[in-house]
């Protein structure tokens, strides 16, 4: 890269060496003027401070001597010594103004101290060849013996010093002349530099606002079109500026950016388009389950109410066998019997299982406001017979939800009665319900004393016909959780075991909480609170 290749300039660089030769420029311009005005100053000085007061010195010094000869003249013709006055002070002016003129004089002023050393000669010639022997000769012999003398003496040594005194003047005109002509050209000068400066600046200016616009405004505007053309879609578009080195790198990240958004963009569209084609294999494969399921439950549902009809017959027929003829056949027959009506009943109880199973969020009667606390003495109710005398239930304040009351009813029924079912021996069981809630839903609590659900099974308990236990060990089906698990989906929640627990079984699950419902902490209208209800 070379250092005078401009085209590699950065624009930083470009506005520091204009800036740089602006200073240099004006810096120049700047001490220029500063030699100019001190010539200026001084040749205004010699015009205003030593050519015209030394002009009217000279004027005056020239008064001086008229009045020194006007003094002796009137001293000679009337003899009286106040006439003498001029003269005197004439001689006075003289000596102060020829001081004057020596101090106002400068070395240089060869000329005009030429002219007024002849000045000061030529009046000291006048002073003894003319005016000294007429004051003495009028001291001495009167009056008439001065003007004899002035009559009889010539004039030619006072013209001789007037012809001086005007000499002495035109050398301080020179001098005047001079130095105004000069102060003039000085202030020429100045004004030169004044304007050489501000075209200087303006040049500095015109050429910083072209630099500008050029490398800096016309190749933003050209970055920033070609920037939103490439975000109105055009993402082949390649971004490249001709401006400084700065936009140009800049130019280049943008071009880069771009690129790699094309190339992230052409991955999202391949991945959207593997999405909405596994979308639609999923719409297809969820309308498909949905139609198996909705099949399935018209399947089982028409499959259990048709088979409730023969089921019954084969029941009713097998108890009018096992009442008719027990005892009057052999033990083995009577076995057989007995064996075929309780497994009729089983199925029975299977069909009427799977019946309930099937009706689940397919018969519906309408989602209303159910307050658990009173369902739960419902519930309650319906288990006092199973609970026994020594069992314990307790529920504290549960809220109000939404929900189908039947439904609700079973699932508390099912679990209820499973911590009833499955008690330890000789151990009273306890089953304590509670509920607090989680932000936009209600967690509710079943546990109990009983003999528990080992982790292994944890995710078999929910699954139907799924028993733990040998059938003869505990009554049921083993549908019990199933219907549960259905039910608490059907109302949108979740259900799960807690696995730890020290003793029993405790199964939580969810619903949700209805926009405007109160929580446990507000006691609705026409309600009991109800801390704990025991059997």
């Known amino acids: 890269m070379s250092l005078f290749d401009l085209r590699t300039w950065t624009l930083r660089r470009r506005i520091a060496a204009l800036c740089v030769a602006t200073g240099i420029l004006l810096g120049a311009l700047a001490a220029l003027a500063t030699v100019t005005?001190?010539?200026?100053?001084?040749?205004?000085?010699?015009?205003?401070?030593?050519?015209?007061?030394?002009?009217?010195?000279?004027?005056?010094?020239?008064?001086?001597?008229?009045?020194?000869?006007?003094?002796?003249?009137?001293?000679?013709?009337?003899?009286?010594?106040?006439?003498?006055?001029?003269?005197?002070?004439?001689?006075?002016?003289?000596?102060?103004?020829?001081?004057?003129?020596?101090?106002?004089?400068?070395?240089?002023?060869?000329?005009?101290?030429?002219?007024?050393?002849?000045?000061?000669?030529?009046?000291?010639?006048?002073?003894?060849?003319?005016?000294?022997?007429?004051?003495?000769?009028?001291?001495?012999?009167?009056?008439?013996?001065?003007?004899?003398?002035?009559?009889?003496?010539?004039?030619?040594?006072?013209?001789?010093?007037?012809?001086?005194?005007?000499?002495?003047?035109?050398?301080?005109?020179?001098?005047?002349?001079?130095?105004?002509?000069?102060?003039?050209?000085?202030s020429q000068t100045m004004v030169a530099i004044q304007i050489s400066a501000a075209v200087i600046v303006i040049v500095a200016g015109a050429g910083l606002l072209l630099l500008l616009d050029r490398l800096v405004s016309r190749p933003v505007v050209d970055l920033a079109d070609q920037v939103r053309k490439v975000a109105d879609g055009d993402y082949d578009r390649r971004i490249e500026s001709r401006g400084s080195p700065e936009l140009a790198s800049l130019a280049d990240d943008v071009d880069g950016m771009r690129r790699k958004i094309a190339s992230e963009l052409s991955e999202v569209r391949e991945a959207r388009s593997q999405v909405e084609w596994v979308n639609d294999q999923l719409k297809v494969q969820a309308e498909e389950l949905t139609r198996s399921n909705r099949d399935l439950e018209q399947f089982a549902y028409v499959a259990s109410h048709d088979l409730q009809e023969p089921l019954r017959k084969v029941a009713s027929f097998c108890q009018l066998l096992q009442r008719r003829y027990s005892g009057q056949l052999d033990e083995r027959a009577d076995q057989y019997i007995a064996f075929a009506v309780d497994g009729a009943q089983r199925m029975q109880r299977l069909i009427n299982d799977l019946l309930a199973f099937s009706r689940i969020g397919r018969i519906t009667s309408g989602f209303t406001d159910i307050d658990l606390n009173q369902m739960l003495a419902e519930v309650h109710s319906q288990l006092e017979t199973r609970a026994g005398a020594e069992a314990e239930i307790t529920w504290s304040e549960l809220p109000t939800v939404e929900g189908e009351e039947p439904l609700l009813t079973t699932l508390f029924v099912n679990l209820v009665g499973n911590s009833l079912k499955f008690r330890r021996p000789d151990v009273p069981p306890v089953v304590r319900i509670t509920a607090h809630r989680e932000g936009d839903e209600w967690q509710i609590n079943v546990r109990d004393n009983g003999i528990g659900i080992e982790a292994?099974?944890?995710?078999?308990?929910?699954?139907?016909?799924?028993?733990?236990?040998?059938?003869?060990?505990?009554?049921?089906?083993?549908?019990?959780?199933?219907?549960?698990?259905?039910?608490?989906?059907?109302?949108?929640?979740?259900?799960?075991?807690?696995?730890?627990?020290?003793?029993?079984?405790?199964?939580?699950?969810?619903?949700?909480v209805f926009p405007g419902g109160p929580g446990l902490d507000v006691e609705m209208p026409g309600q009991e609170t109800r801390k704990e209800v025991t059997t």
């Open 456 to 512: 292994d099974f944890a995710d078999k308990v929910f699954v139907i016909f799924q028993r733990l236990h040998a059938r003869d060990a505990y009554e049921g089906t083993g549908i019990g959780l199933a219907i549960v698990k259905k039910i608490v989906e059907y109302h949108g929640g979740r259900i799960w075991l807690d696995l730890d627990v020290e003793e029993g079984t405790s199964i939580t699950f969810t619903l949700p």
């Open 37 to 186: 005005a001190a010539q200026h100053n001084r040749q205004l000085n010699d015009v205003l401070n030593r050519a015209s007061p030394m002009r009217a010195a000279g004027e005056t010094l020239n008064t001086a001597f008229v009045d020194q000869e006007t003094g002796i003249r009137g001293y000679a013709i009337s003899g009286d010594v106040a006439n003498l006055k001029p003269y005197e002070n004439g001689v006075a002016e003289e000596q102060r103004l020829i001081i004057l003129l020596e101090d106002l004089l400068e070395p240089g002023d060869t000329e005009i101290r030429a002219a007024l050393d002849e000045v000061k000669q030529r009046a000291t010639v006048w002073h003894a060849e003319v005016a000294d022997p007429v004051l003495t000769a009028i001291r001495t012999s009167g009056s008439e013996a001065g003007l004899a003398m002035i009559a009889a003496g010539s004039t030619s040594a006072f013209d001789a010093l007037r012809a001086a005194i005007n000499q002495m003047q035109g050398d301080i005109q020179v001098l005047r002349t001079e130095s105004a002509d000069a102060a003039r050209a000085s």
